[in-house]
T-cell receptor, first 109, second 114 residues
Framework: GQNIDQPTEMTATEGAIVQINCTYQ??????LFWYQQHAGEAPTFLSY????GLEEKGRFSSFLSRSKGYSYLLLKELQMKDSASYLC??????????FGTGTQLKVEL | ETGVTQTPRHLVMGMTNKKSLKCEQH?????MYWYKQSAKKPLELMFV???????ENNSVPSRFSPECPNSSHLFLHLHTLQPEDSALYLC?????????????FGQGTRLTVV
């Protein structure tokens, strides 16, 4: 089976850096995704990691350690529009995504 | 606009009603999914269709009945639902043959069962 854990809520200040952690235990592993979901909207793709290390994409970076079953999403230079839910998801067999509960990030002035 | 369109966006139905949710993708993908998103819970995978064949049914009650007539369309037929079935129902699609392809989600149907 799959088990994915991430914090329920986080608060950060505009302009700051925030790290959202995700740990997982899975019976198979093909890769880890991060999605962003604003209230009332569809989840949108942010990043994909399959090898250990850091993937950087503009203000967002994602890190993976397969041996530790651990990932984080790093958001730099936070903006108010970054307030959203951030979903960690793992693919096991095939391409079916199993999601964590999501981390609700609130960015404050 | 993600290339995945769901209708209706909102639906209120009684427990004795029959309704259907529709999903259409314009991305040329060969796999489609139904997810349920309830408050404070992770996205729950309900059904997976690959090349129009159902490949996964995650212990979903029979009051939910999926249909995939072709690779671009996916339906979720609903009948005799319970109030606890109220949730956001999300459709997604992906290219099954590629390992690192992300799933694209529709905007979802907000379902309220009264």
């Amino acid at each position: 089976g799959q088990n994915i854990d991430q914090p329920t809520e986080m608060t950060a200040t505009e302009g700051a850096i925030v790290q959202i952690n995700c740990t997982y235990q899975t019976s198979g592993f093909n890769g880890l995704f991060w999605y962003q979901q604003h209230a009332g909207e569809a989840p949108t793709f942010l990043s994909y990691n399959v090898l250990d290390g850091l993937e950087e994409k503009g203000r967002f970076s994602s890190f993976l350690s397969r041996s530790k079953g651990y990932s984080y999403l790093l958001l730099k230079e936070l903006q108010m529009k970054d307030s959203a839910s951030y979903l960690c998801a793992v693919t096991g067999g095939g391409n079916k995504l199993t999601f964590g509960t999501g981390t609700q990030l609130k960015v404050e002035l | 606009e993600t290339g995945v369109t769901q209708t209706p966006r909102h639906l209120v139905m009684g427990m004795t009603n029959k309704k259907s949710l529709k999903c259409e993708q314009h991305l040329g993908h060969n796999a489609m999914y139904w997810y349920k998103q309830s408050a404070k819970k992770p996205l729950e995978l309900m059904f997976v269709y690959s090349l129009e064949e159902r490949v996964e049914n995650n212990s979903v009650p029979s009051r939910f009945s999926p249909e995939c007539p072709n690779s671009s369309h996916l339906f979720l037929h609903l009948h005799t639902l319970q109030p606890e079935d109220s949730a956001l129902y999300l459709c997604a699609s992906s290219q099954e043959s590629a390992l690192n392809t992300e799933a694209f989600f529709g905007q979802g149907t907000r379902l309220t069962v009264v």
